[in-house]
């Protein structure tokens, strides 16, 4: 394509003056369709416009439109369901004190590797900017809020709350269902090691699932004080690491694969069994943690046996239902950030994704950056997994419309009064969407059934004559007339006697 | 700073099967606290483990916490403003029909930039990533709008009508209230000419402006049709660019600043006044169209005269003030892009911060992808300056939480009650933080003050034994003794008292 007057991209990247909204290079290309339009739209010739005409009209190739790998577009009827889930977990999350931040989605590379991350790392988008500083984009959440407390530490205090909901980028191989660039969605309590906070994440993670609409769910919790009892008292501790994330395959590899993979790591065929027979166990939490309480001899396991005896004790009296937390053994964490409680959180329809709510209690957020002791608790909800989750339960509906009534422009000599009644519906709570085109009826409410709504409101020159509107049941195909002034009671009516 | 035990990144980096909590290397160096805390934590002893410890508490240069140059941190005050003022974008956004859309941070530099941006741009962020793309990050939502319908344009329909509230990158230099990332807030209705369009337009915007909570702003509209038919009557337009250019800094620098720039691009003395004596027109915008009919001759001219008398007309009978709306002739709008009605909207208070919302309608949005005609009308809402707006009105709040309802730990003896009783409150739909440590209640409380809690909700084992709960007024000072079946009642009302 040629371009038109040649301006400097620079100049056309600025932000104007007024506002945010610019187009660079295209305002000169976009120009050309003054010509295409001919005589409806006679404004001013430019230099190079004709010949941006005549590399458009004459078929010179456009650019294709294309994202890239591993990167997607979110269409409506996807983001809605998308921007609801982000709404609940907010709405949890606001419910029990936490706060919102955010961090920039550039991050000096230092901060996000460590300085162990000298080596370029495949799987980090790490560029030098203009200034030649190495920076990248956050792949997660917790690094840059580790950056975060140690910056603001004295003037958040502690406890501080917090959740952020952030997009991140790693770039990993793309999978089926993992993608370059997916959003987080995380809380955490940092700078206290109270128990009453790890109780609170559980009851946050419950109100989570239970607001998005499960009904039948797992919150699995352990904690890493017990298990490393264990295998201190196997006198392991040198392969806990190892240990640990060969258990945190069991759900999925199953007990031979983590067999194999423990005694690659070492241990005997005693001390993988009697690991995995403690993995195994389950029963009544209270006679689980009575064996452990006699088992275990070391303080770090007798503290972290007590801690989750009083999670299960005052989860229930907080009214969590018994069958949906489950004291498991086996749940490792993959990871060595995690010190104390863990949660998973499974989908009893749908054990197979895997855990859609994790987390942990940690003693060190930030020793990369302070001295100061910032221990903490939180968790992360696994946005995409829930959503393609609840898509595959059916809890998703396929409406591509935020709206429910739809207004069709029947009549475009009362424009005014279709755009006045919208208004007067909003204003009672109502979403409503007017066609802004008079084309034909028909054609108008199938644009209508195709995006889901539920409700039309129509009135052509009859209607407006005798002062009523048609409300249509969309869904059921029915249609009421009714006096202008119960217009907004009417379609609340309708709507409200919808199933759902 | 050591790296304990020399985990590769890649598998530090990778999502757990479990979730998406995951921190490169830091696992290794977090795991040296295991011996900083001695013996409450008895954890397995790593190879490393002891460099990771010796490092730190020897002093070894931890990483400088810090955000790069022209990025920032949102603290939650800012955060709890910034979202609430998404929120109400989004509600306004919503119930007049547009949806949701999001799209990758990083696409294809050419898609970006046209072809006509070969030559590397030092605004953009621009960089190869590991594949050897050329890739940046996205500047502005406009031009992945633009890709998206050229992309989808026969599954969406049109109208389609979307809002992308997103952020984007820049890397301008910093200025005071300028950064190198922000997020923008967009709506348009795209494959439409219909004038219903550009009046609906009118109408979100001024429904944003009123239910963000503005009383005094003045949305200004003119229409590109006009300024080109006076500019055709003038013998100017092969300069119009120029001219509208120029003619769009009249705000903020000032008549002779605008007649200086004109005349530099060759406009003459009698022109020059022409021009201006145009745009400084005021009155009622019925008596400036009808001296504009009879003016401009032009068939666009008299067609953008037409969609104006008839937005004034319909956005009245839709009942939008009429102090509200004005008829502004020098509004051009800086750029090319913009083809018939143009919108600015000021607040009648800050009148020098300049429109906080900004649009207009286009002839062509995608003719870079596509050779589908596709027309559309929108606007985008300066977010970051209406947030700059609203702490100068002093319409913004200093609240670092979001709840109203503070519970201390009085008693950890009854932590179960406590957490009970929250989500007790929570189910009523009140947010409610309990503090997680048993302070002195006095500490308690001034952490309650400082973060801008509304009421206290207090027991101690006197209470328990009564079955009361004492509900403190923080605003007032005031507390009252109530029942515990009494409690969410007389929280609400507490609540509904204050003022506000």
New interface residues.
């Given amino acids: 394509?040629i371009?038109g007057?040649g301006t400097p991209?620079?100049r056309?990247?600025?932000?104007?003056?007024?506002?945010?909204?610019?187009?660079?290079?295209?305002?000169?290309?976009?120009?050309?369709?003054?010509w295409?339009?001919g005589?409806?739209?006679?404004?001013?010739?430019?230099?190079g416009s004709m010949q941006c005409l005549t590399g458009?009209t004459m078929g010179e190739k456009?650019?294709?439109?294309?994202?890239?790998?591993g990167?997607?577009?979110?269409?409506?009827s996807t983001?809605?369901a998308?921007?609801q889930l982000i709404d609940t977990a907010?709405a949890v999350y606001?419910?029990?004190?936490?706060?919102?931040?955010?961090?920039?989605?550039?991050?000096?590379s230092?901060?996000?590797?460590?300085?162990?991350?000298e080596?370029s790392?495949?799987?980090?988008?790490r560029?030098?900017?203009?200034?030649d500083?190495d920076?990248a984009?956050r792949?997660?959440l917790?690094?840059p809020l580790?950056?975060?407390v140690?910056?603001?530490a004295n003037?958040?205090?502690v406890?501080f709350?917090?959740y952020h909901i952030g997009?991140?980028?790693?770039?990993?191989k793309p999978q089926r269902g993992?993608f370059r660039?997916?959003v987080?969605c995380?809380f955490d309590?940092i700078g206290?090691t109270?128990n009453?906070?790890d109780?609170?994440t559980l009851?946050v993670i419950h109100?989570l699932m239970d607001r998005i609409g499960f009904e039948r769910f797992e919150i699995r919790v352990n904690n890493?004080?017990i298990l490393?009892g264990l295998?201190?008292q196997l006198g392991?501790?040198?392969?806990?690491?190892a240990v640990l994330r060969a258990l945190?395959?069991l759900p999925?590899a199953g007990p031979e694969a983590v067999r194999t993979e423990m005694q690659l790591a070492g241990l005997s065929h005693e001390d993988t069994n009697a690991v995995l027979e403690f993995a195994r166990r389950g029963g009544e939490p209270d006679d689980v943690l009575r064996r452990l309480r006699r088992e275990l001899q070391?303080?770090?396991a007798q503290?972290g046996i007590e801690r989750l005896a009083?999670l299960f004790?005052?989860a229930q009296?907080?009214?969590v239902r018994e069958d949906r937390l489950r004291l498991d053994l086996s749940i490792a964490?993959?990871?060595?950030?995690y010190?104390g409680t863990i949660y998973?959180t499974f989908l009893l329809d749908l054990p197979q994704i895997?855990?859609?709510?994790?987390?942990g209690r940690?003693?060190?957020l930030?020793?990369?950056?302070?001295?100061q002791?910032l221990p903490g608790v939180g968790?992360?909800l696994?946005l995409d997994r829930l959503l393609a989750a609840m898509e595959e339960l059916g809890m998703l509906d396929s409406r591509?419309?935020?709206?429910t009534v739809f207004v069709p422009?029947f009549d475009?000599q009362h424009?005014?009064?279709y755009?006045?009644m919208a208004?007067r519906l909003?204003s009672r709570g109502?979403?409503?969407?007017?066609?802004?085109?008079p084309k034909p009826l028909g054609k108008q409410l199938k644009?209508a059934d195709?995006k889901g709504f539920l409700v039309a409101v129509i009135a052509g020159e009859d209607e407006f004559a005798r002062g009523v509107w048609q409300v249509k049941d969309l869904v059921r195909g029915t249609q009421n007339e009714v006096p202008d002034a119960d217009l907004a009671d009417a379609v609340i009516a309708t709507l409200g006697a919808h199933p759902q």
């Fill in positions: 394509m371009v007057d991209l620079r056309s990247l600025k932000r104007g003056s007024h506002g945010h909204r610019s187009l660079p290079d295209c305002g000169s290309r976009v120009a050309s369709r003054e295409e339009l005589a409806v739209h006679t404004k001013a010739r430019r230099r458009n456009r650019i294709q439109p294309r994202t890239l790998k990167f997607r577009d979110y269409l409506p983001m809605l998308r921007e907010r606001r419910s029990y004190g936490f706060a919102p931040i955010d961090t920039p989605a550039l991050e000096y230092e901060i996000l590797l460590g300085k162990g991350g080596e790392d495949k799987q980090l988008f560029f030098r900017d203009q200034g500083r920076v984009m792949f997660d917790t690094v580790a950056r975060f140690a910056m603001y003037d958040l205090g406890p709350k917090r997009t991140v980028w790693r770039a990993e993992r660039e997916f987080q995380d309590t206290t109270s009453t906070a109780i609170e009851l109100d890493r004080m490393n295998l201190e392991l501790r040198d392969r806990s690491t945190d395959k999925k070391t303080d770090s503290e009083e004790r005052v009296a907080a009214g964490r993959g990871l060595d950030y010190t998973e895997g855990s859609v709510c994790s987390g940690y003693d060190q930030a020793e990369l950056f302070t001295r002791q968790a992360s696994g591509s419309t935020p709206c422009l475009p424009t005014a009064e755009l006045a208004r909003r109502l979403a409503v969407d007017v066609y802004p085109d644009y195709r």
